[in-house]
């Protein structure tokens, strides 16, 4: 049986989940916009719905949000980000698969800070479709071989 205090974040700051992200899962506000979008990701990763939607800028979000079981989240790179009074930036790269099929969303989201609490306000996705070769670089980040990691079997 896996120690929650010691499952890994999913959002790759190699943290445990329970000193990262789960704390803002459990209401604590996220101090910074790549906080926020950290925590984002593994709410994505974990199915979290719930916390997508409570930390989406009431001006841009959905009604609800449809499960995605087809999306596997895989690996989240931070590329920059920053703020600058109310306002914020994160551009990251997330890695998925869906089925057999691996893709890399590329963008560049815009947050907002009001009443002390950072939302995501909107963001300019990319999508962009990955071919691993079996002796390539495995895209979850494991730094082994794709054939001998998330390959086909």
Not at 23 to 34: I, K, L, M
Not at 112 to 128: C, I
């Amino acid at each position: 049986m896996m120690h929650p205090a010691r499952t890994a974040c999913p959002c790759g700051s190699g943290r445990p989940l329970t000193d990262c992200c789960a704390r803002h899962h459990a209401g604590v506000p996220a101090p910074t916009p790549e906080a926020l979008m950290r925590s984002r990701y593994s709410a994505f990763v974990l199915d979290l719905p719930d916390y997508l939607l409570a930390t989406w800028h009431p001006s841009s979000r959905p009604s609800s949000l449809g499960a995605d079981a087809a999306t596997v989240w895989k690996r989240l790179e931070v590329l920059e980000s920053g703020e600058e009074d109310e306002r914020g930036w994160v551009h990251f790269r997330a890695t998925f698969r869906e089925g057999k099929h691996w893709s890399l969303l590329e963008e560049s989201s815009r947050f907002v800070r009001e009443a002390g609490r950072w939302f995501y306000l909107d963001g300019s996705p990319a999508v962009h479709r990955l071919k691993p070769g079996r002796n390539a670089p495995c895209p979850c980040g494991s730094g082994r071989k794709f054939k001998s990691c998330c390959g086909p079997a």
